[in-house]
């Protein structure tokens, strides 16, 4: 089993829809779950981050994080076109090492 | 101002050949990284480099040399390229209270 598992999609959606992309792990050590945003061509940007179980906002997006069911998640409110890109999870134990999903393609449709 | 700087951005070279790739960041960050992102696009951690000392070396062939001259750089020598290295090669770096990296705007090396 990976250690961190995300479905590659692609995923195509209308525009104003709510998104939700998850993530699933193996490791229990893990604490610090990050979610990047990554348009083509251009380097992973740094979206959401959250630290143990719980929920957390920023405008439309909102991560969530279950512990016990090692299963994390994004939603995405009111998508827009400009939301379209790779969406990758990634998690830390606490060490130097981010590992991190494969991504998932999100096409958001005017 | 560019947090993270990489140079340069496209690079196309020979089987054989001897490259570098360099990275700069100007957040003031003690710990950078680098990272090889596959035709598939998953990112995968080559190194990391804490104040200039070497901290994770994953499983990658000898070929690929990092050198830190300082802990705002962070340099990758690739030796005798092959075909199989032809993919995007990101820097990031993190600060020392922080588990969030911040990434470069990639290297996209093709080797013909």
């Known amino acids: 089993q990976k250690e961190v598992e995300q479905d590659p999609g692609p995923l195509s959606v209308p525009e104003g829809a709510i998104v939700s992309l998850n993530c699933t792990y193996s490791?229990?050590?893990?604490?610090?779950f990050m979610w990047y945003r990554q348009y083509s061509r251009k380097g992973p940007e740094l979206l959401m981050y959250?630290?143990?179980?719980g929920n957390k906002e920023d405008g439309r997006f909102t991560a969530q994080v279950d512990k016990s069911s090692k299963y994390i998640s994004l939603f995405i409110r009111d998508s827009q076109p400009s939301d379209s890109a790779t969406y990758l999870c990634?998690?830390?134990?606490?060490?130097?090492?981010?590992?991190f999903g494969k991504g998932t393609k999100l096409t958001v449709n005017p | 101002d560019t947090a993270v700087s990489q140079t340069p951005k496209y690079l196309v070279t020979q089987m054989g050949n001897d490259k570098s790739i360099k990275c700069e960041q100007n957040?003031?960050?003690?710990?950078m990284y680098w990272y090889k992102q596959d035709s598939k696009k998953f990112l995968k951690i080559m190194f990391s480099?804490?104040?200039?000392?070497?901290?994770i070396n994953e499983t990658v062939p000898n070929r690929f040399s990092p050198k830190s001259p300082d802990k705002a750089h962070l340099n990758l020598h690739i030796n005798s390229l092959e075909l199989g290295d032809s993919a995007v090669y990101f820097c990031?770096?993190?600060?020392?209270?922080?588990?969030?990296?911040?990434f470069g705007p990639g290297t996209r090396l093709t080797v013909t």
């Open positions: 990031a770096s993190r600060g020392r209270l922080s588990y969030e990296q911040y």
């Open positions: 490791n229990s050590a893990f604490q610090y």
């Open positions: 959250t630290y143990s179980s």
């Open positions: 990634a998690m830390s134990g606490g060490s130097e090492k981010l590992v």
């Open positions: 957040l003031g960050h003690d710990t």
């Open positions: 480099y804490n104040n200039k000392e070497l901290i």
